[in-house]
T-cell receptor, first 114, second 117 residues
């Protein structure tokens, strides 16, 4: 079945450590997105990529980095510069990098601090 | 400014009751899109509907219906004869198409719906 796979489902980070969240899609979608979800805050856009080898900062990019070397993959690194990383992270994709297209979401990764 | 307000943080209804989730939006553009997504306890958001700003026809899909009213900038979602499986967080979202700005979707903060058996 086509879809988006996020791994791991749960992740723990130690102080000063970088961690990478994986996102893979087999929908042949051009655009991919990373959102952060905090309780009562809705979804906030971290980074998005409309095409391979290109990505743009979203509203809360500080402390995060991404890469888009392959169409299917859009990993997110939470760096030690992100002082409050505990949240639920959702990856999404859409057919084209236009905001009028519905987005398909993965199951999310829940990141916690040790 | 682009904004989506879901004033109802949490709603609880008894199974088989009808329930309406409110969504009010703000936008500068005449061309925009509105969405509803469902987030069940498993975590992934599931796309429910998209409506463009030029199509004010209400939509019905089974027990789900949507009422789009440009005059009040609202895009409300009604579940008829609710079921326990409808329990989830529901997000309303807005996007604008403007070649001078990055295209983004803005999500509301969501409404958590509890359907009590």
């Amino acid at each position: 079945d086509g879809g988006i796979t996020q791994s791991p489902k749960y992740l723990f980070r130690k102080e000063g450590q970088n961690v990478t969240l994986s996102c893979e899609q087999n929908l042949n979608h051009d655009a991919m997105y990373w959102y952060r979800q905090d309780p009562g805050q809705g979804l906030r856009l971290i980074y998005y990529s409309q095409i391979v080898n290109d990505f743009q900062k979203g509203d809360i990019a500080e402390g995060y980095s991404v890469s888009r070397e392959k169409k299917e993959s859009f990993p997110l690194t939470v760096t030690s510069a992100q002082k409050n990383p505990t949240a639920f992270y959702l990856c999404a994709s859409s057919i084209a990098g236009l905001s009028n297209q519905p987005q398909h979401f993965g199951d999310g990764t829940r990141l916690s601090i040790l | 400014a682009q904004k989506v307000t879901q004033a109802q943080t949490e709603i609880s209804v008894v199974e088989k009751e009808d329930v309406t989730l409110d969504c009010v939006y703000e936008t500068r553009d005449t061309t925009y899109y509105l969405f509803w997504y469902k987030q069940p306890p498993s975590g992934e958001l599931v796309f429910l509907i998209r409506r463009n700003s030029f199509d004010e026809q209400n939509e019905i899909s089974g027990r789900y219906s949507w009422n789009f009213q440009k005059s009040t900038s609202s895009f409300n979602f009604t579940i008829t004869a609710s079921q326990v499986v409808d329990s989830a967080v529901y997000f309303c979202a807005l996007s604008e198409l403007d070649t001078n700005r990055d295209d983004k979707i803005i999500f509301g903060k969501g409404t958590r719906l509890h359907i009590l058996p």
